[in-house]
């Protein structure tokens, strides 16, 4: 019988338990081995809960007990997360983690931890939620050198834009009414203001290109700031706005960064809408492959949770790791050295548009009754694009990238 403990028992990790109940005698046949859980670490009591009894608030109790050899950390936040985690790794223990703020800050040190003790880190469910991709892009992919992975990686901020782009309403307004159905915290910002993402696309990183680059080491926008003009003129360009999490190698650097872009018909990130997550995975031999699904709610990360679990409960041992080092300053490329195509506004009218057209190129123009005009342009850097505006002396008004 495989011994596990539970540490943090909110949503993910009442879901966690509520997986390893309801689907017992099915995951006993998958594996092999029936999964108990022994203990349930919070700070709470849940006397009406069936698992109450097994509730403790002394992480030293689980750390002590020789027979748990897998530790589930749902705690949320660095700290004690991190603190418990890497106690659980020094005592022998496996670790499986939804939590995306340590993997990204600690994932390195916690992965050489675990490679040092012969034991596992697993944090499928820190990305994506219930959406399999950590693990793709670590086994299926091996052998596939990522050119890039670009995403929506927030559910909440992809309500909002698109129902700002169905809708026309402000941002505000669509903000308010995720925050009624749940969907946005009452203090949003972590999501809305991209640090989310920003943990995401760091992780996502460090498995294409093998180096950990730290959330506050990279470009991050939100989405507060969109308007209905800006969706409007996305959507007569064929294009959507979306939060995208993006990276890429630059030469020998890596490159991570979060913002809104505008993505048109023809890449599949641009039909997601709601809630859900989509992370599109360019690889030199599989080519583009795009993982969908619920990318949070207590189930579906419950369910990568699990499989966790049941995949270090059959590697203790002989763990497959990825190898991650802490980014140095020469790892990182400079956001204005990516080339994609952009999405420019400018002031003037139907004479200056055309005149404008041979400082960029183009592939989508439209000219509206505010006095301005908006283009795609020819793929380029934000160095030439600055050139390009002052040599062409128009007016920049906002400009938006491109994911093709």
């Known amino acids: 019988m495989i011994q596990i403990a539970i540490l943090g028992f909110g949503v993910v990790g009442s879901g966690t338990a509520e997986v390893l109940t309801e689907n017992r005698a099915l995951i006993a046949a998958r594996c092999g081995e029936e999964v108990n859980i022994r203990y349930i670490l919070d700070l709470r009591d849940f006397p009406e809960h069936p698992l109450g009894n097994r509730v403790v608030h002394d992480i030293n109790v689980i750390l002590r007990d ?5 530790v589930a950390e749902m705690m949320g936040g660095s700290h004690p997360a991190y603190d418990f985690s890497r106690a659980a790794l020094e005592a022998g223990k496996s670790v499986v983690t939804s939590n995306k703020e340590v993997v990204a800050t600690y994932g390195a040190e916690l992965l050489e931890l675990a490679r040092s003790k012969g034991v596992s880190y697993l944090f499928e469910a820190s990305v994506g939620g219930g959406i399999p991709i950590i693990r793709p892009l670590q086994n299926d992919l091996a052998c596939n050198e990522i050119l890039s992975i670009s995403g929506i990686l927030n559910g909440t901020t992809n309500f909002i834009l698109s129902k700002m782009k169905r809708e026309g309403v402000a941002f505000a307004d669509a903000l308010a009414e995720a925050q009624a159905l749940g969907y946005a915290e009452a203090n949003p910002a972590a999501d809305v203001d991209g640090l989310d993402a920003a943990r995401k696309i760091v992780i996502l990183a460090a498995l294409a290109f093998g180096v950990l680059v730290s959330p506050s ?30 990276t890429e190698r630059i030469g020998d ?45 207590k189930l579906p990360t419950a369910s990568a949770v699990v499989s966790d679990i049941l995949s270090a409960a059959s590697s203790a041992g002989r763990p497959s790791l990825p190898h991650w080092r802490p980014a140095a300053p020469q790892d990182l490329a400079n956001p204005a050295d990516r080339r994609c195509r952009r999405c420019f506004v400018l002031e ?9 057209k041979a400082f960029f190129g183009y592939d989508s123009f439209a000219v509206f009754g505010n006095g301005s005009f908006a283009f795609l342009s020819r793929p380029m850097t934000e160095r030439e694009a600055g050139r390009a505006l002052a040599e062409s002396r128009k007016t920049l008004r906002w400009t938006m990238p491109v994911l093709d």
């Open 253 to 297: 650097r890596v490159l991570a960064l979060v913002g809104p872009h505008m993505v048109p018909e023809s890449n599949p990130v641009h039909h997601i809408e709601g809630v859900f997550n989509g992370i599109l995975v360019d690889a030199d031999m599989l080519g583009r492959a795009l993982f969908y699904g619920a990318g949070a709610g």
């Open 217 to 246: 080491d990279i470009r991050v926008e939100g989405i507060s700031h969109i308007t209905p003009e800006q969706t409007a003129v996305a959507d007569a360009m064929g294009c959507a706005v979306k939060l995208i999490g993006h």
């Open 348 to 356: 003037g009218d139907a004479a200056a548009a055309e005149k404008a």
């Open 66 to 70: 020789p027979e748990v050899s897998v």
